[in-house]
């Protein structure tokens, strides 16, 4: 009986990872969690959009902040930290490639648990 449940166990995780396996940008369940959350606004999952009215974007692209934290220790927190408290607009690296100045916080839009997952597939994006 616990061979079974061995196989069973195997059989799932060997599914799951299917799932994840594949292109991030079609994670239906995550765009619409940032579709929910309100992210959308300010950005766009893909590198190359324009913001409102052919200006820069409002803030920047899933997959060049995946870059741009890729394999950087610590960056799933840091990146929760500034979903949930907002950035400040004197020192972003952002500046001069977005139109807007900071983020701001939104913690009243997303749980911490939610911003933590969106975070892990923002960067999975940037591999």
Known sequence: MSYIR??????????????????PKTDAEM???????GCLTCHSIEAGKPGPNGMAPIGPSWEEV??????????SE???RIVLE????????WKGKVSGL???PNAV??????????????????K
Not at 31 to 37: D, E, P, Q
Not at 86 to 93: F, L, N, W
Request: glycine share 8%; aromatic share 6%.
């Open 66 to 75: 995946g870059k741009q934290y890729a394999g950087k220790p610590g960056a």
């Open 78 to 80: 840091f990146l929760t």
């Open 109 to 126: 839009a997303i749980t911490e648990a939610n911003a933590r997952r969106l975070v892990d597939w923002i960067l999975a994006l940037g």
């Open 31 to 37: 765009a619409k969690l940032a579709s929910t959350s």
């Open 86 to 93: 907002g950035s400040s607009p004197y020192s972003s690296h």
């Open 6 to 23: 061995v196989l069973a166990c195997v059989a799932l995780s060997a599914s799951a990872l299917q799932v994840h396996a594949g292109d």
């Open 102 to 104: 900071s983020m701001p």
